[in-house]
């Protein structure tokens, strides 16, 4: 069966520090690979998306880049935190068929920057 | 532009009381659209999808490609369908979100 890990669950971080959150999906090959930022109010944005090792488009001009080193891991980076980087960011994984499009979410990380 | 509208941010109901969460949509092809929903300390799961015409824990969602709309209907809630609940759409290569409706059954 297919699972997707997201880590770390939880992170503080100074603001200024560098960011690499991790997303690794099991059991499944070539999936589309997507992060997500959820906040009260704005919903769940697009943050990034992979169909491939290192296609990444991204959706949204920010402090944050996302890279695909290996087919079911994707990263979501940043050189320098700043406060408005705090949030709460999901990593997904789907894999496209006509009318079959699911998407299966992380369990997510809570990032403060202080 | 591909672009999911949920205009309510929250929707409070009575148990037994009709629900429906409003979901509207722009894209240029044909869409493909999707309920997620979220319950309280449990990872975003799948819902509903449109081409399915399935109904779901006695959820239905019905597209009106006229209205680009594809608004959540339940007849009667529950109190366990309590919850946050996404519409979201498939596009070429990516899947977008509307900004959330909470769904909040009250006893």
């Known amino acids: 069966s297919q699972t997707i890990h997201q880590w770390p669950a939880t992170l503080v971080q100074p603001v200024g520090s560098p960011l690499s959150l991790e997303c690794t999906v099991e059991g499944t090959s070539n999936p589309n690979l997507y992060w997500y930022r959820q906040a009260a109010g704005r919903g769940l944005q697009l943050l990034f998306y992979?169909?491939?090792?290192?296609?990444i488009s991204s959706e949204v001009p920010q402090n944050l880049s996302a890279s695909r080193p290996q087919d079911r891991q994707f990263i979501l980076s940043s050189k320098k935190l700043l406060l408005s980087d705090s949030g709460f960011y999901l990593c997904a994984w789907s894999v496209l068929g006509r009318g079959n499009t699911e998407a299966f979410f992380g369990q997510g990380t809570r990032l403060t920057v202080v | 532009a591909q672009r999911v509208t949920q205009p309510e941010k929250l929707l409070s109901v009575f148990k037994g009381a009709p629900v429906e969460l409003k979901c509207n949509y722009s894209y240029s092809g044909s869409p493909e659209l999707f309920w997620y929903v979220q319950y309280s300390r449990q990872r975003l799961q799948l819902l509903l999808r449109h081409i399915s015409r399935e109904s779901i824990k006695g959820f239905t969602a019905d597209l009106n490609k006229g209205e680009t709309s594809f608004h959540l209907k339940k007849p009667f809630a529950q109190e366990e369908d309590s919850a946050m609940y996404y519409c979201a759409l498939s596009g070429p290569g990516k899947l977008i979100f509307g900004q959330g409706t909470t769904l909040q059954v009250k006893p």
């Open positions: 992979s169909v491939g090792i290192g296609q």
